[in-house]
């Protein structure tokens, strides 16, 4: 095996994986003097979402949720500057939309990617092992199959999220005419010559999905359905006040409740993370509406039925396939035959491979998930100096703006300032009008009373976040030379929790 010479300085941060979010962090990581930083990703080019970027889909986030701008909108990896380079400035001017096609914000982080010289993809981290105060990073080129090592201080985790596949599918597993919607660009051609095609999912995706199947299906009698649990197809929160929930302010605040609540919290507000967007529904009302124009709407071979849940799948005996459903208000049972069905079931963390040689001494929660603390930064069992940060893997610890990418380049500047002990970014105290907790108790003259000590509502482990009001702490690696800490003025909140905070939505 291949190693670096003994000369060689190891990386202050190492990236285990290259989607949106380490690549936010390479970005705003590139340009800090001194700083040494590699992000691997084994796949050979970026790619995000791939099978998703379906004709005419739109982000729902503006396009300052780039990988920089909401950090520093001079860096050079900024949305802006991408269209600057492709010549783009004036049509972009002229189109006056806010939300970018999705295929043109895949096309933009593939543009930094190919750029930015601390990203290798083609390099699959197959373990990580601590040596000393370092990391051991044992890497493999996925072309060649030449492994090498690399050692870093610290590592930050972006490997992203897997499909979920339902218990109830699994016998489907595998099936040629069952696949998640995470495939399906690449499996539409599997749907060819199914005559009664099945969506299950009531999120953006599925929505998508059966809005592209409604367009390629138009007359030709193939009946299209689409099944949600939800009780209603209810549109994705996108009131102004509604999006503060997806600010650091949010952030923090859901990050000192308990865990029951947190949990229970990111259930409740399905609507701010899992729902579809108005105008994707409008467009499939639309479509539906014009269809069927001089004759009734039950002619359309065209079902919609939401609050009916898929108890089993599986073939059936005679082909196709058999769906076990069951009504959520009625408790009603019935059976569904379809020739194919596209899963939009979702997307779940998991824990890379390469971090197995670890895993004893990651201080893991009750329910098996990683314990982060403010800066992201996972608490681990004393004897590990290094810090290992995570992405998009702490919804149960901070909240419906885990995997937003509107949060993307705020938490990579958490992450770089945790890491280097320093302000290499400077970030807003407050960013929200809304405030999520309670009013601050006062004094008899009215003073605001003495603060938590900080930490007080920190995970188990070595990394203690800032109180529930101030921005976050860094944690210094090990040997980082950290600056004193600026005292977090006390912010007034408002005498009610809001509604949304309290009851979801």
């Known amino acids: ?29 590139e340009p800090v003097p001194g700083l040494r930083t590699l992000f691997c990703d084994q796949r050979p080019e970026f790619r995000w979402h791939h099978g998703m970027l379906v004709d005419g889909a739109r982000m729902q986030v503006p396009f300052l949720a780039d990988l920089v701008s909401l950090v520093d909108p001079t860096n050079p990896w900024s949305f802006l500057n991408y269209l600057r380079a492709q010549d783009r400035l004036f049509p972009f001017y002229f189109a006056e939309r806010f939300q970018l096609p999705r295929r043109e914000y895949d096309h933009y982080c593939r543009w930094a990617a190919e750029r930015l010289p601390n990203c290798r993809f083609g390099t699959e981290v197959t373990a990580l092992h601590r040596e000393g105060t370092l990391f051991r990073v044992e890497l493999t080129d996925t072309a060649t199959g030449r492994r090498s090592e690399a050692r870093a201080r610290n590592l930050a985790l972006g490997v992203g999220t897997r499909p979920v596949l339902p218990e109830a ?27 009664d095609i099945t969506v299950v999912g009531s999120g953006q995706s599925g929505a998508e999905v059966f ?69 994707t529904l409008a467009e499939i009302h639309d479509h539906l509406y014009e269809r069927t124009i001089g ?8 079902e919609i039925t939401p609050g009916t849940a898929v108890t089993d799948a599986r073939p059936g005996p005679c082909g196709g396939l058999e769906l076990h459903c069951q009504h959520t208000d009625s408790g009603a049972e019935h059976l569904l035959r379809t020739d194919a069905v596209v899963l939009a079931t979702g997307y779940r963390a998991a824990r890379p491979a390469a971090l197995e040689p670890l895993a004893h001494l990651i201080d893991w929660d009750e329910s098996g998930r990683y314990r982060v603390d403010l800066d992201h930064r996972v608490a681990t069992r004393p004897g590990l100096a290094g810090g290992i940060y995570v992405q998009n893997a702490e919804l149960h610890t901070h909240g419906v703006g885990t995997p937003d990418l509107g949060l993307g380049a705020h938490r990579a500047a958490v992450i770089l300032n945790a890491v280097t002990g320093r302000t290499v970014h400077r970030l807003p105290a407050r960013t929200a009008w809304t405030g999520f907790a309670p009013p601050v108790p006062t004094g008899p003259t009215g003073a605001a009373a003495p603060a938590a000590p900080a930490g007080t509502a920190a995970p188990a482990g070595p990394a203690a976040p800032a109180g529930p009001a101030g921005p976050a702490v860094p944690t210094a690696p090990a040997g980082a030379t950290v600056l004193p800490e600026t005292p977090t003025p006390v912010l007034p909140r408002p005498q009610e929790l809001t509604r949304a905070a309290t009851a979801g939505r």
């Open 211 to 279: 809005l592209d199947l409604l367009r390629r299906h138009e007359g030709d009698g193939v009946r299209l359905r689409w099944l949600t649990r939800t009780r209603a197809l209810a549109p994705m929160e996108y009131s102004k006040l509604g999006l503060e929930h997806f600010t650091p302010d949010y952030t923090r605040y859901f990050h000192g409740l308990p865990g029951p609540v947190r949990d229970a919290l990111v259930t409740a507000q399905w609507q701010l993370h899992k729902a579809a967007s108005a105008e």
């Open 295 to 302: 004759r009734p709407i039950d002619t359309a071979p065209v």
């Open 169 to 195: 599918f699994t016998a489907l597993a595998n099936h040629p005419r069952a696949f998640h919607s995470a495939e399906y660009l690449d499996r539409r051609a599997d749907l060819a010559g199914a005559r």
């Open 1 to 29: 095996m291949d190693t670096l010479p003994p000369h060689d300085p190891p990386y202050d941060l190492l990236g285990v994986g290259i989607g949106p979010f380490n690549l936010s962090l390479a970005a705003l990581a």
